[in-house]
């Protein structure tokens, strides 16, 4: 008969010191000063137009290592740009950098003719859609997504492909 009711406090109590090591590390993550600084007087209006990419250099904080270097592209307004490489090419770099969650580099991101960083985040980030997914397809459904889109005329060209 005293065995529930000591298993029970004995619950409780381990629930409640992992509720007590969790908030913990909450609180933590929200004390933590942002890197990335809002401007006051930034921009306020949403960004349109062709959004410029133009980054000679690019590395980490506290990291020697060049992440980025030499990219530069284009993208009109209204177009889509898919991201593709191998791992450790600059995917998610770009993709941050995009993000203004690093604002220290080596050349200009633009978009509407205006520097990305000169933007307040709140107009600046809802114009900037993202969908960043890890997907790992087999030759056959990559070869069927390729035929969908038009891309690859025929059967031949689409094995040399996939080699």
């Not at 009711?5 to 619950?11: E, H, K, S």
């Not at 809002?38 to 000679?56: E, N, Y």
């Not at 690019?58 to 592209?73: K, M, N, S």
Request: charged letters at 25%; hydrophobic letters at 40%.
């Amino acid at each position: 008969m005293m065995i529930w009711p000591i298993f029970a406090v004995g619950m409780l109590f381990n629930t409640m010191e992992r509720g007590n090591a969790s908030y913990d590390r909450v609180m933590r993550l929200i004390n933590e000063k942002s890197q990335v600084i809002d401007q006051p007087d930034g921009v306020m209006t949403r960004p349109s137009g062709t959004l410029r990419f133009d980054i000679t250099e690019f590395h980490y904080p506290d990291d020697t290592a060049i992440a980025l270097h030499d990219v530069d592209f284009s993208l009109a307004a209204g177009k889509t740009l898919g991201i593709v490489g191998r791992v450790g090419a600059g995917k998610t770099t770009i993709m941050r950098l995009l993000l203004r969650q690093f604002e220290r580099y080596q050349g200009t991101i633009q978009y509407g003719k205006t520097d990305i960083l000169d933007y307040r985040l709140d107009a600046y980030l809802p114009a900037v859609g993202t969908c960043l997914r890890m997907a790992f397809y087999s030759q056959r459904q990559f070869g069927t997504i390729l035929r969908l889109r038009n891309l690859m005329p025929h059967k031949l060209r689409l094995n040399k492909l996939l080699r």
